[in-house]
């Protein structure tokens, strides 16, 4: 399962494709053939850092509109009806981010099929109504696109879901998985190459809880002013990993902290530094080793 970030040549539209790499055909080929299948071709970087959706209502200083409302056109729901629950979990999910203030409104039932979305009857335009529906979308590796833009009206997000895929609740292809990934791309996160995110760009299972990386991601975009919850230290990285220190010399060592949010931070002077072999080498407080005698020795940090 590959996630693609796309943008359509000619209009104000980015589109997120979250597609299925069957066996023995290779990411590019899928990748290639999704994209030729929406009219899009992939984003650079520094595009999606100039066109990645940013709902402006979350910094106008004025609460009493601080929500993306969505509309949920059921009528080709594969679960007859029980679809509507999973994509409400998924925006409780988002929502309830306590470092973030941003928040999906359930609009209730909408008809119309999503005017962003390619497949879509007739041109592509604005509605102002930020739908999700399900749909038989052509590509048949494709299970689901996020259609994005802003028009003077403002932003708008829609949502496609295809029908062509078996979908189940809490077992693959999960609902709410992919509801919660595709949120993520109306709140305007992009994708990360943290693994577990909801937002990496794989489908790797189901997966109903958010990432840190996934907090951090939607609490800079739409702070609330109350601090993200810290990652957990996973490993400590010394460096230079080998080196030599004559008598006398002296060597400085950092370490360098890896998180589960998939943030790193020079912790070289909050760890615990030992040297295994004193007689060869000490180390203080500040990472800073000293040669004393010929031999060898290994440097650790902990903490």
Known sequence: ?????????????????LALVPPG?????VTNRVLAEQGARAI??????????VWDQFGDGNPGNDFVTQYYNGADDPTSGNALAELLASQNTWNAVASSNFHLSDGGPTDPCPSLVKECKGRQYYDGNNDVSWIKIRDANTLGVTWYGNSSSGAEADMALNTNFTWNIGSDYDIQTVSLHENGHVAGLGHTDVGGAIMEAVYAGVTQDLHADDILGISELYPSGTPPEPGVLETI????????????GTQQYTATGHYDNGTNADITDSVTWASSNTAV?????????????LGSTSISASH
């Open 281 to 293: 080498a000490t180390i203080d407080a500040a990472g800073l080793a000293t040669g004393v005698a």
């Open 25 to 29: 055909s290779s990411r590019s080929e």
């Open 1 to 17: 399962m590959i996630g693609v970030t796309a943008i359509v040549p000619g209009k104000d539209l980015v589109v997120h494709i």
């Open 44 to 53: 650079t970087k520094a595009e999606y850092s100039l066109t990645g959706l």
């Open 237 to 248: 990285e010394v460096t230079p990993a080998d080196s030599s220190v004559t008598v006398g």
